[in-house]
């Protein structure tokens, strides 16, 4: 599982069923530019030849030829790679188009709706209030956010009971713990969970991936009023709780979510173009989001068009449109590769990047071991799916990496044995089972020559 894990169930795919969208009739925001090669920008962070970090310069490229094959079979507009090994950037290059129809090549520095890759962030920004002593993982998170104190439980608990509607609710027998939360133990699910989903929806809480009146203090709220589907601690199911840790940052913090990640986290590291709501000046640098189905080809997600696919809901242009509140621990952010690297490559540091230190070397070891073990077939730990071990590993990679994905086919994993950070980020949901992101990681690892 962990390789599926890696490859889609972070980033959402293999939870979600094909349906078909209508085109609309609105415009994307992209405004037309004349097409040009595929771009690399000058790097603001510290940079090598392959060579000189034990990759091969010949291998990389079959990187570049694999997105282009995609691109070529109408299956993705295009993709943005990176490899770094040893702190420095090997490889970064753009492949394709951020929009097909406005002729508008895809740049290295253009931005991303990183979906669930927002989740690692906000682990971070709990993990720096951990170590200032602000609480510690295993306290009740109802004594920082009362709405979650004497939850209700689902009986029988998912998964035992995967069909029947709620109904039956019986006290939970344990507090719900930062611990859990941070591990996806708590109980709390999506909207899309086929037991309870609808419920969700009918009281209005959000994903994350659509436009979202009101702050995520309200949307946590709405949350503490749903039944959990198991006992806190006793399961796993990927779900909102990075939206209520980015909720415990505001109120412990005493901050909204984006000015502590901006103050405390973006700034120190340098992720200039990182946010939950680009400014608008750029706008004009999002990607085009597509969707890919079988029977129509690839479809960019326009503006104002509501996606519905099976049990879930989202549109594509919540990053500049609409209220610009709601900022969504779990799903919210946008950012792009060189930006995300520095995240992942402090992380490697053991919590360190270019003299600024935001964890210590503690925490990183930490949130980077598997908490889940007997709870899921593959391995979590703290805001991060990890391999934990041999057998989990069914394509290139090593024992003891880390990594995440995002909704919209967005992919990175940390290796800290191999000294070694692999990144893609493209703009697809559905995906139609398209599996580059793996190819893309393996292709990273087999340019390792050392």
């Not at 659509?210 to 601690?233: C, D, N």
């Amino acid at each position: 599982m962990p390789r599926k894990l890696a490859q889609g169930f972070a980033v959402l795919v293999l939870l979600f069923t094909l349906v078909s969208v209508g085109p609309s009739q609105t415009a994307t925001h992209s405004k037309p530019a004349p097409a040009r090669a595929p771009h690399a920008a000058a790097l603001t962070g510290s940079t090598a030849v392959p060579e000189d970090v034990g990759l091969s310069s010949q291998r990389l490229e079959r990187i570049a030829s694999a997105i282009q094959k995609s691109i070529d079979d109408g299956r993705i507009a295009g993709g943005v790679s990176l490899v770094a090994r040893h702190g420095k950037i090997a490889y970064l290059k753009a492949v394709g188009m951020a929009d097909r129809d406005a002729k508008k090549p895809l740049r290295t520095d253009s931005i991303f709706r990183m979906c669930s890759m927002s989740k690692p962030l906000t682990s971070v920004a709990v993990m720096m209030l951990y170590e200032e002593g602000r609480f510690t993982l295993n306290e009740p998170v109802s004594d920082f956010l009362p709405e979650f104190k004497n939850m209700k439980v689902l009986d029988p608990p998912w998964p035992q009971d995967m069909t029947s509607p709620p109904g039956a609710l019986v006290d939970a027998k344990r507090p719900i713990t930062i611990f859990h939360l941070l591990t996806h133990t708590s109980g709390l699910t999506y909207q899309w969970n086929a037991r309870i989903g609808k419920v969700y929806q009918a009281a209005g809480v959000g994903s994350g991936i659509s436009r979202h009146e009101g702050t995520i203090g309200e949307g946590v709220k709405k949350l503490a009023a749903m039944p959990l589907l198991f006992q806190p601690g006793d399961a796993w199911e990927y779900s909102l709780a990075d939206d209520v840790l980015g909720r415990l940052v505001e109120v412990v913090s005493g901050m909204p979510l984006d000015k502590f990640m901006e103050e405390r986290l973006f700034k120190p590291l340098g992720m200039k173009d990182t946010s939950f709501f680009p400014p608008e000046e750029k706008v004009a640098r999002i990607a085009t989001a597509y969707a890919y189905y079988a029977d129509k080809g690839l479809e960019p997600i326009r503006d104002d068009q509501v996606v519905q696919e099976d049990r879930i809901t989202f549109m594509a242009d919540y990053p500049y449109r609409g209220a610009r509140t709601y900022f969504s621990g779990g799903g919210g952010l946008c950012s792009t590769a060189e930006d995300y690297y520095r995240f992942a490559q402090m992380m490697l540091n053991g919590g360190e990047l270019n003299g600024v230190r935001i964890l210590s070397r503690k925490s990183v070891e930490l949130m980077s071991q598997n908490h889940v073990q007997g709870k899921h077939e593959g391995g979590y730990g703290l805001g991060f799916g990890d391999f934990s071990e041999a057998k989990e590993l069914t394509e290139l990679g090593t024992v003891g990496s880390f990594f995440w994905g995002g909704f919209y086919y967005t992919h990175f994993v940390i290796d800290p044995r191999e000294d070694f950070i692999a990144i893609f980020l493209g703009q697809l949901h559905p995906t139609g089972g398209l599996d580059l992101e793996t190819k893309t990681t393996n292709l990273a690892y087999q340019a390792i020559q050392d």
